[in-house]
């Protein structure tokens, strides 16, 4: 009898250390990102492949930077998917909404049409809660079938507030940010103009 009783007691305190957990968030960079409406059709479209980022985010856990170089892994706060597969989709809609144009990577174009090759390496991705927000990017713009490639780098640093929510909006900002230079380089390319960084 009292087995049971220790069984029972022994089970409603895992049940009760369970209900007790904190809920898990999930947070995406693209949300909100890219162009209400659909594209009219475009003179080029562009490629963007997958991204690369420093193996110490490449995790689902949000990995937030704290003073003396200590960082923590936060097991509550997670990326609805990897971060790099988070930024390569949040530059995909910033770089088509900017540009009014289709990202065609792993689809079939069109005969003959004119195809922009975005590749990106994220070197630092910084999340410092209540401070700033940071992406650090060298990235590459090149017409598929040309051997010409415009190679550059975009730092963009976003003060936030308090809350992980506004850590997560100061990173779509800084890729909003990346996207537009980006951007501006695909659209001199496609003018015929010299891009500069």
């Known amino acids: 009898m009292m087995r049971v009783y220790a069984a029972a007691a022994a089970l409603a305190l895992a049940l009760a250390g369970c209900a007790s957990a904190p809920p898990e968030h999930f947070y995406s960079l693209s949300t909100g990102l890219g162009a209400a409406a659909a594209p009219a059709p475009a003179a080029y479209y562009i490629e963007v492949p997958a991204v690369t980022v420093p193996q110490q985010v490449a995790r689902n856990q949000l990995v937030v930077t704290l003073g003396g170089g200590r960082v923590d892994l936060l097991e ?85 507030s308090a809350g992980y929510d506004e850590l997560v909006a100061g990173h779509r900002r800084a890729i909003t940010r990346i996207g537009a230079d980006i951007s501006k380089a695909v659209r001199a390319l496609a003018q015929g103009a010299k891009p500069a960084c």
């Open 76 to 160: 509550q706060e997670r990326w609805s998917q990897q971060p790099a597969a988070e930024v390569q989709q949040a530059l995909s809609l910033a770089i088509t909404g900017e540009l009014g144009t289709v990202d065609v990577f792993r689809t079939p174009a069109p005969e003959a049409a004119t195809v922009y090759r975005i590749s990106t390496n994220v070197q630092r991705f910084e999340s410092a809660p209540g401070q700033y927000a940071l992406i650090d990017a060298v990235w590459s713009v090149r017409k598929v079938g040309d051997t010409q490639v415009l190679t550059c780098r975009s730092v963009a640093q976003e003060s936030v």
